[in-house]
């Protein structure tokens, strides 16, 4: 079946450094591809979304580009900040079904 | 604020107990979504609803059961409790059924703790 596989945490870094969480898939068809964000003690947030190959989601100064070549949607951003500590959460979805997850990465993010 | 809400926050309960949690949608949106998020499993579906009719089954126990009502709230009761059904439990809702494209949005989920 289809799954979703995130690099395991945590990642720590200094503030301002540049952030990179792999996210890879297994899916037939083409599916949409989404990052979710769990703040401390919240609910999820959807971060950026892809919904077809080639498809650059950006949001927050956060990116990821759908490629199926690499069946890839990896989460970049140039600096980080303090608050962006969270867990992020890779997630496909097909049409007419509910979103598969990753297992989550925990950023840590230091001043 | 993703416009779900979720009640209760927390629930501590004993094993062997009953609970019901309860969702209600973001305005305008049909379909509702319940997934469980524990240490082991991760985030996990488990039921979906569509303007009133059960549309797709996940991971649920059969001590667990759901519904969504004419106003499209959704209650997911838990029976029978045991230990291992501690976790955070999400409901999510979206527009419909316009395939995989559309976002669900998540309450902050209900924290549930059986001891």
């Known amino acids: 079946g289809d799954s979703v596989t995130q690099m395991e945490g945590p990642v720590t870094l200094s503030e301002e450094a540049f952030l990179t969480i792999n996210c890879t898939y297994t899916a037939t068809g083409y599916p949409s591809l989404f990052w979710y964000v769990q703040y401390p003690g919240e609910g999820l947030q959807l971060l950026l979304k892809a919904t077809k190959a080639d498809d650059k989601g950006s949001n927050k100064g956060f990116e990821a580009t759908y490629r199926k070549e690499t069946t890839s949607f990896h989460l970049e951003k140039g600096s980080v900040q303090v608050s962006d500590s969270a867990v992020y959460f890779c997630a496909l979805r097909q049409a007419g079904t509910a979103l598969i997850f990753g297992k989550g990465t925990t950023l840590s993010v230091s001043s | 604020d993703s416009g779900v809400t979720q009640t209760p926050k927390h629930l501590i309960t004993a094993t062997g107990q009953r609970v019901t949690l309860r969702c209600s949608p973001r305005?305008?949106?049909?379909?509702v979504y319940w997934y469980q998020q524990s240490l082991d499993q991760g985030l996990q579906f488990l039921i979906q609803?569509?303007?009133?009719?059960?549309?797709a089954k996940g991971n649920i126990l059969e001590r667990f059961s759901a519904q969504q009502f004419p106003d499209l709230h959704s209650e997911l009761n838990l029976s029978s409790l045991e230990l291992g059904d501690s976790a955070l439990y999400f409901c999510?809702?979206?527009?419909?059924?316009?395939?995989?494209?559309?976002?669900?949005?998540f309450g902050p989920g209900t924290r549930l703790l059986v001891l």
């Open positions: 305005s305008g949106d049909l379909s």
């Open positions: 999510a809702s979206s527009v419909g059924l316009a395939g995989g494209r559309e976002t669900q949005y």
């Open positions: 609803y569509y303007n009133g009719e059960e549309r």
